[in-house]
């Protein structure tokens, strides 16, 4: 737990933009990293931890623990992280707001915007399945079972219900690849 925290901090402290003027340690490691994303973020790996631990009695307090911080990261930011979901080292809430994650699987340093959701569709059990280095823009949906490769940038407001391959670029609704090119500044840090 406490190796992804870190990692996902180091992330966020990277790609937080720090206006020229502001490069104070507050600026850079404190205000960075008390956004509301990342509290929703670091109560998501807590979370996470707890459902892990192999002690039934102990899983079950923390648990409870749990289930009262993300009540409260829900209502005051409108994040639901859900706490089986499996998110690699790197993962950075950038905005909050009408987020929703509910995958199977999501690799390394995954950045997502505000309004986004990942989920399964009504009936089917089966979440998507999300590669490393992947950019969801604002207000992005990714549903049903779909599979999305590495270095993938999904643009602002774009529907994902088919596969996309790695390295490429897909927007529109339903979201169709528009480039094959893997260069971005969204994927740089």
């Given at each position: 737990?406490f ?10 402290r ?42 039934p ?25 859900q ?15 009408c ?31 999300i ?6 823009g ?44 893997a260069?971005?500044?969204y994927?740089?840090?």
């Open positions: 737990m190796e992804n925290i870190r990692a996902d901090l180091v992330r966020r990277l790609a937080y933009k720090v206006r020229a003027g502001d490069q104070s340690f507050f600026h850079k490691y404190i205000k960075a990293n008390l956004e509301l994303g990342a509290i929703a973020q670091l109560v998501f790996r807590y979370g996470n931890w707890a459902v892990n631990l192999r002690i009695v102990v899983r079950q307090i923390l648990y409870g623990v749990y289930w009262i911080l993300n009540m409260g990261v829900l209502l005051g930011t409108g994040v639901n992280i706490s089986r979901c499996k998110i690699g080292k790197g993962f950075i809430v950038h905005n909050f707001s987020i929703f994650i509910w995958t199977t699987s999501m690799g390394e340093n995954c950045t997502v915007n505000q309004g986004v959701t990942i989920g399964s569709i009504k009936g089917s059990t089966v979440s998507p399945q590669g490393n280095n992947v950019f969801f604002s207000g992005c949906k990714v549903l049903g079972p779909v599979k999305i490769g590495n270095n993938v940038i999904i643009a602002a407001n774009s529907l994902v219900i088919t596969d996309v391959p790695d390295n490429c670029t897909v927007i529109g609704v339903p979201a169709r690849i528009v480039s094959r090119d260069k971005s500044e994927l740089k840090v």
